[in-house]
């Protein structure tokens, strides 16, 4: 990329300006507040529904995501773009299946739900899952990925970049806690859409607008339905094994999930979630279509792409002119803070919560607040030594590191989703899926690595397409659950109480005011799914 001007400079420290404003003024009314768990964990659950939402976007789409969407676009088309649009329909599940178990149960995290639910030994799990997990790959992939933004856009020095980015983020994560992350995460949204949005435009002004678009790309390219022997995305694993993953993350995760439990209400939890819904329908348009214009203008020659992650830091260097060019480094580096600044919340809060505080009971609630920053600031030294070791971590390897979420996702899914619907499952149900599906998840990860040693069946294990793989293992999880509970005693009604459909004796489940206007945003969510399912596929009647 070219040089930042001085305009573009202005913008980016303006950028860092307002997200430590807004970080000392979240850290000043956790003070002014009390020093208190529910304070700096869930922002004294207190937040309305505009930044929950906000939040949510904010968190999910991280440097790595955006650079990624758009190389996706500029090599496949839309295709990926389907995972986007299928988020919005786990965020509705979250909303409306998950949110009034959560909420009315009062719990900080998901481990501790899932105590509540079946056992210690079901929080011990998902705790340490999710915090190595977070380790290993969030954090990892969000510092790696700030330092060839930092190179890439801007200039410094990998190392360098990845010590700013990690070192700032952290400072107000752990003065300011969720409310700081929240509260930015809403600001960096806002910065984010805005760059990308200029991009977008830019471009399709550059490629002679949609319709020439769309004709030079072709209708493969524009297409979100790939046939069944795709390699890469056939339609049965984008429709059946993709929301198993989806509702891991967006129903289950702590990274996700510890939003809506900072809501002052479980009514604006709903409405927090509906309009991360609808926030989830921009990445198709902002992130994946900008590929589109790379992958149209390198065709006609305008643009040289040696790689396809190259599209987007090709278009902000080629297109953009001066002040809008550091409005979209502002929003790369607004996804990439946002994302790591909800991380080592979330990490820290599982550390605390689930680890710390189970292990000292009787800790007070200063004292928990202290091992919460204290949590983070060993994550981001954790954060910073792991950046040496980047260098050593293959391509091929770095994404078998990233695959470790999608293995580890079925059985989670699993045991959240038939603990609310269905009473009957229990402790020892659960643990024999959750084990059950880590084993073999585990061993799928390892099978890919050996795969060229491997034939026959093993061979078939390690090769078939990795969301066919997450349908298969969470069918099985849910019939190990189903199975085992079935032969083993089933838990008393009063341990159950407000944690499933059959146990929740006005736990929240009936209609709450302002349920119908809920309602009624959901219904159009859904039909903009619909719309954008029918105009991407190869049925387009439009």
Request: with cysteine; glycine share 10%; hydrophobic share 55%.
């Amino acid at each position: 990329m070219g040089q930042l001007s001085g305009l573009d400079w202005g913008v980016i420290v303006l950028y860092f300006g307002l997200v430590f404003g807004v970080a000392v003024w979240a850290a000043l009314t956790n003070r002014k507040q009390g020093d208190n768990s529910a304070g700096y964990f869930l922002a004294s659950r207190n937040v309305g529904w505009f930044v929950i939402g906000a939040s949510m976007f904010a968190s999910n789409i991280g440097s790595e995501h955006l650079v990624g969407l758009a190389g996706a676009g500029a090599s496949t088309g839309v295709v990926l773009g389907q995972f986007e649009v299928q988020a919005s329909l786990a965020i509705l599940v979250l909303g409306w299946l998950f949110v009034p178990f959560y909420v009315k149960s009062g719990v900080f995290t998901m481990p501790e739900f899932l105590e509540r639910r079946y056992s210690p030994t079901a929080r011990w799990y998902l705790a340490v899952v999710s915090i190595i997990s977070y380790v290993l790959t969030k954090i990892s992939v969000t510092i790696y990925a700030g330092g060839v933004v930092f190179t890439a856009l801007m200039g410094i020095e990998f190392w360098t970049g990845a010590i700013i980015v990690v070192l700032a983020t952290g400072v107000y994560t752990v003065f300011g806690g969720l409310r700081a992350v929240l509260y930015t995460d809403m600001f960096q949204a806002l910065v984010l859409i805005g760059g990308s949005v200029a991009v977008t435009a830019i471009g399709l002004n550059e490629a002679g607008g949609w319709t020439t678009l769309c004709r030079e790309a072709g209708p493969n390219m524009m297409s979100m339905w790939k046939p069944f022997n795709d390699p890469d995305f056939p339609w049965t694993a984008i429709l059946l094994g993709a929301p198993i993953l989806g509702l891991w993350y967006w129903c289950t995760d702590q990274f996700i999930v510890q939003r809506v439990l900072s809501a002052k209400s479980q009514e604006e939890a709903r409405r927090g979630s509906i309009f991360a819904g609808f926030l989830k329908q921009l990445p198709l348009f902002i992130f994946v279509v900008p590929g589109l214009i790379a992958f149209v203008l390198a065709q006609r020659g305008a643009i040289v792409l040696e790689r396809a992650d190259e599209a987007l830091p090709v278009l902000i260097a080629r297109l953009l002119p001066t002040g809008v060019r550091g409005l979209v480094v502002a929003g790369l580096l607004a996804a990439l803070m946002s994302s790591l600044s909800s991380v080592f919340n979330s990490c820290s809060t599982l550390i605390t919560w689930d680890v710390y505080r189970k292990l000292r009971p009787g800790a007070s609630e200063h004292h928990l607040v202290v091992v919460g920053q204290v949590s983070t600031v060993i994550l981001v030294v954790l954060g910073l030594a792991w950046i040496p070791f980047m260098r050593y971590i293959s391509g091929e390897l770095y994404t078998y590191l990233q695959s470790v979420q999608s293995y580890i996702a079925p059985p989670i899914t699993a045991v959240f989703l038939l603990g609310v619907f269905w009473k009957r499952v229990n402790a020892h149900g659960a643990l024999a899926a959750l084990f059950t599906g880590f084993i073999l998840g585990m061993g799928r990860l390892v099978a890919e690595l050996l795969r060229d040693n491997l034939n026959g069946w093993l061979y078939t294990f390690a090769t078939i397409h990795f969301l066919h793989f997450a349908l298969f293992l969470f069918l099985l999880c849910c019939g190990i659950l189903v199975i085992v509970s079935l032969l083993t005693r089933p838990a008393p009604d009063s341990q159950l109480d407000g944690l499933t459909f059959a146990t929740a004796r006005g736990a929240g489940h009936k209609e709450a005011k302002g349920t119908r206007i809920s309602l009624a945003f959901t219904l159009v969510l859904l039909g903009i799914v619909c719309l954008v399912w029918l105009y991407f596929s190869p049925m387009n009647p439009f």
